[in-house]
């Protein structure tokens, strides 16, 4: 967006990545600061386990699921000491599910091994108002578009007072009604304060809240559990995992009832569908983190499409118009307010390129001399392309004008 | 380095952070990739939780350590979605800590509150060599410089058979003789796969190992709890952790004998001695990892300096010449084979800033036509200012040409 505001909406800026190999497109993206993902991916290397992620995809055959599998283990592999990796590869990852499913002509669930992708129950996820009356306004308008479920988050809640919360929380549950549940996101403002946590817990007991998400740091083991032992809301959390061994200790020792995978986040749908896995296979429910565009909602259900059990999914409310706009295709409430994977293949997503021409930031990063990165062209090869029968499939570099 | 080699060696480049306050430098490492580091500390701000890390450090209040553990949680607050803040916050907490130093008179692990800086047994941190005979020259070589402990690893180790593996453990140990500790770095190459570390296991038993360092991933929990159930052997590991909650997970949870924590990457000083303080409660030892320059050295050492028990420190026994060459001062061995924190102020070094004009890398990155990063002059500011009496200091701009 023109403008970026300090608040938590993280829709304002977006970080897409296209993949090109055997003539077919994929597009991905990063929920992630674009300019320091760029920087990963082209950055001079420092040492063996330290390379930028470009080392380890441009070239790569990609002919099927393994060849994905294969692609993010290298990069994880050379670039293990790079902190900022997993964001990067985590759109790239998305963008070559998308294009092995547009080469094989499934979308990218059934390519996870999933028969069915079941609907989920997608819950609006928006920002609490200002004050608890832009909450309430927030609330009617979400019940008015047929939301069965709502998630508040950010903002003021947890902040300020316990009082001015319990506002917030009487007031979301006012403007839903009785019938639509109510999630409540804490974004990690109480660190691992329990008892800042302690003093919400009567009035989100009392508003029949479906659960507390992040109320302290992703990792906070010990204050998790704490106050898992003290309420009987489920508590959500996970969005901060950026890798398995990550997700994997949040699931079994953070007294989670909801893990939330950002595949955005997490090193992509192939790590994501891991957690999604590892989490079936113990009782803890998986949802979908996102909170910017539908490309990025698509990418973020393939991993538990095929998890009947596991029907909420997040579902971002009041996206910048940059989000809105980005994508061709949207998903759509049903009228019982359900929303199901495209069956079109890849992720069924298509990119307007004059909406990302009219957005795009120029970016030009130079190192002793070098130019090592200039935006590319975005017009040409953004459709996902089918140029005749499949052949061996590697990725392939843009071009840039110097360098 | 002019020339980066793909090897495992830390020290081919060196990212290097000066803060200035009230007339004060101070200097800092991030053990981190340059470029990407650099881009998180100017980007654009993506959302209110994914800031540049500028945002929370340029005019803040730099008086006393609250003022440290106040900047350190502000960008991790302000910067929580943003994956590479950790390593990049690490240099310049370390510069806080440095310049706090000068100011105040102190060296910093009294700053910390240890009244005294126990000497510790640096142990010689190496590669393997590509064949035994070469890693048996090497140990000979250590055990000639009068170090009392050497580790070896990376190389080839782990990543063939096992036989070839013991050879290289023999070769170490033929080397060392009998009264030299010997440590082996696994560098995670076996993943999760407890399978290929039992293999190795009787060979490091044999040869009287004393670690056994990074059989895995960083936060593979399971894989160490079993291996560790399996061998005398104590686990060392945690290097990856670059927070204060996966310290304490690998603390708690991965079965150490050893936590190795670098101040370069989980966050600075600040976070490293809140791990070493859990790790003390815990019975779990702490030791530093640094394989860079005497002033990461120094930086490394101070978060346990006053714990006497903790006695191991890593010690780069052939860094590169860049990092060899960047501070005035080094770290020598007593005739012990003991090393001792000097008692100057700050981290007691001094940068030699006509070796860092030599290497400096010329950087400059430009969004949306706007510079927003070039490399600093190097001449002028570098040394360790004593201007007149202490009084208010805020941390200052850099100056660019233009942007």
Known sequence: MPVIRDIGDGSQDALLVRVQAGGYTGWGECEASPLVSLASWICPMSHSACKPLIASVLGQELNDVSDIHRINALVRENSYDLLQTDHTLSGIDIALWDLLGWRLGEPVYRLLGYKTAFAKTPYASQLFGDDPHETYEHAVAVRKMGFRAAKFGWGPYGRGDAETDRHHVEAAR????????????????????????????????????????????????????????????PLAGGEGCHNIHQAKTMIVHAALGYIQIDAGRIGGITIAKQAADYASARGVRYVNHTFTTHLALSASLQPYAGLEGDCFCEYPFSPSILARELT??????????????????????????????KYVVDTE????????YRTPQINGGGEHGHLGAPHAASLTAPRFEDG
């Open 328 to 357: 061709k295709e949207s998903l759509a409430l049903d009228p019982q307010g359900r929303i199901q994977l495209p069956e079109k293949p890849g992720l069924g997503m298509d990119i307007d390129l004059e909406v990302v021409a």
């Open 365 to 372: 990063i130079r190192v002793g001399g070098r130019l090592l």
């Open 174 to 233: 006012g403007g839903l009604g009785e019938d639509v549940t109510l999630l409540v996101d804490v974004g990690t403002v109480w660190g691992e304060d329990v008892d800042r946590a302690r003093a919400r817990i009567p009035a989100l007991e009392a508003n029949g809240v479906g659960w507390i998400e992040e109320p302290f740091a992703c990792g906070a083991l010990d204050a998790h559990q704490k106050l898992a032992a003290e309420t009987s809301i």
